[in-house]
C-alpha cells in the first residue's frame, strides 16, 4: 500500500511532458546536508560542493538523494522545468552552463547535442556503466553512447478489463474490434496514437511519406466509434471505475492501475512496442561536472536504481537492478525477456511536413471522436 500510495503522489507530478510543481523549502538530513528543495526559479550554485540537478519534479525518492549528499558531501541544487523546450532554451541561454546535470526526453537531447550543448562523457568515470541495459542503448538521439546514460524509460501499452470485454487484445488491430463501441480511452498524443494506426498498417512510427500518414488518418477515423474519451490526466482512474474497458496509457498510469488492479492485463502489442527514454547528460560547461559523473555512478548502482523506478513507476533502464525490484512491481517495471530490441522502435523529429501531416490527422480524428 505504501508503494500505491508514493506512486499515486508521483502520478500527480507526471504527465506527458512530466509538468511539474515546485516543492518549496529547503530538505535538511540527519547529517546536516542540504537538499534545496526543487524550484524552476531556483537559480544554479557555482561551487565544487554543488551539483546542479535540472530536470521534472518528483523524479527521485528523497532518501535516493539525502544519502548521495550524506556519502558524498556534496549538496543538491535541484532546479526544474516544465517542458523540454523550456529546458533546451534555458541551456541556449547558458551556452551549455549553469547546470551539471540533465534529465529530459530523448528527442531533445537530440537537438541540445547537435547544438554543441552536451558534453562527451568520459566512461572511465562511471564505474557502474556495464549495468545499462543494452535495449536502451544505441539510440536515435546517441547512437555510440557517447553523450548520455539512459534513466527511464516509457513503454506504450495497452491495459485492459479481461471481465469486461469480449475479445482479447493483443495488439492495436483489436482495438478496433466492433465489440468495444465507446468503450476505449486513449492518451491525448498525436504522435503515439497516429503511430498506432501506422503499426497497424505495418508502417514506422516515423514514417515521412505524406501520403501514408494520411492513410493512417483514414484508419485512425474507423476507431472513433470505439473511442469514448481522450484524455491525458489520470486515465487509469476511468479504467478502474469501469467508464472505459481498454485503454492506451503512459507507463506510469499503467502501473498505477496494475497495482490498484492486479487483474487487469497488460499488453505489449504484437505490432511492436514503441518506447521513450529520458535520458541523463553533462551540459558542456557544466560549473561542476565531476559532481555530476559522481551522482550518475551512484544512480546507476543496482539497488539505488530500484529504489528510484519503484518510487516513479517507470521502465527500469538497469539491468542490474531487475533483480531488486520487488516481485509485486517487476512484471510493469522490467520488460518480458522474449522482447529484443528489434521489436521496438521510438518515436523520433521528423520533418515539419510529416509533422504537419499528423497535425491534420490528429484534428479530424479528435473531431470525430466528439472532441
Not at 77 to 83: K, P
Not at 246 to 267: F, R
Not at 327 to 342: A, I, N, V
Amino acid at each position: 500500500m505504501k508503494k500505491l500510495l508514493t506512486i499515486l503522489l508521483i502520478l500527480c507530478l507526471l504527465t506527458v511532458s512530466f509538468t511539474s510543481c515546485t516543492q518549496a523549502g529547503p530538505v535538511t538530513s540527519d547529517t546536516g546536508g542540504t537538499i534545496s528543495g526543487s524550484s524552476s526559479e531556483a537559480a544554479p550554485q557555482i561551487d565544487n560542493q554543488t551539483l546542479n540537478l535540472f530536470t521534472w519534479d518528483g523524479m527521485f525518492p528523497e532518501e535516493v538523494l539525502k544519502d548521495f549528499t550524506e556519502e558524498t558531501g556534496i549538496v543538491i541544487n535541484y532546479v526544474n522545468f516544465d517542458y523540454d523546450e523550456t529546458m533546451l532554451a534555458k541551456l541556449q541561454t547558458a551556452k551549455g552552463g549553469d547546470y551539471d546535470l540533465v534529465i529530459a526526453d530523448d528527442y531533445i537531447i537530440e537537438l541540445a547535442i547537435s547544438e554543441g550543448l552536451v558534453k562527451q562523457l568520459d566512461k572511465e568515470k562511471i564505474s557502474n556503466f556495464e549495468n545499462i541495459n543494452p535495449i536502451y542503448q544505441g539510440q536515435f538521439y546517441d547512437p555510440n553512447d557517447e553523450y548520455t546514460v539512459p534513466y527511464g524509460a516509457g513503454v506504450q501499452t495497452i491495459v485492459y478489463n479481461p471481465d469486461m470485454v469480449d475479445v482479447v487484445i493483443d495488439g492495436y488491430e483489436d482495438l478496433w474490434d466492433k465489440s468495444l463501441s465507446d468503450s476505449v480511452g486513449i492518451i491525448a498524443s498525436s504522435r503515439v496514437i497516429d503511430g498506432m494506426a501506422l503499426k497497424v498498417l505495418g508502417e514506422s512510427y516515423n514514417v515521412e511519406d505524406v501520403g501514408t500518414i494520411e492513410k493512417a488518418g483514414e484508419k485512425l477515423l474507423e476507431l472513433a466509434p470505439n473511442i469514448r474519451l481522450i484524455k491525458d490526466d489520470n486515465i487509469q482512474d476511468d479504467l478502474l471505475s469501469g467508464e472505459i474497458n481498454a485503454a492506451v496509457m503512459y507507463t506510469s498510469q499503467v502501473t498505477m492501475s496494475k497495482l490498484a488492479n492486479p487483474d487487469l492485463e497488460i499488453v505489449y502489442p504484437k505490432e511492436g512496442i514503441g518506447f521513450g527514454i529520458m535520458p541523463q547528460f553533462i551540459p558542456v560547461n557544466a560549473p561542476n561536472p565531476d559532481a555530476a559523473y559522481q551522482f550518475i555512478d551512484y544512480i546507476l548502482r543496482p539497488e539505488v536504481s530500484a529504489a528510484c523506478f519503484e518510487f516513479f513507476g517507470y521502465y527500469c533502464t538497469n539491468l542490474a537492478a531487475e533483480e531488486h525490484i520487488s516481485d509485486e512491481m517487476k512484471g510493469f517495471l522490467t520488460l518480458p525477456e522474449e522482447f529484443k530490441q528489434d521489436n521496438m522502435e521510438m518515436i523520433e523529429n521528423i520533418s515539419a511536413e510529416a509533422q504537419e501531416a499528423h497535425e491534420k490527422i490528429w484534428t479530424a480524428f479528435k473531431s470525430a471522436c466528439g472532441e
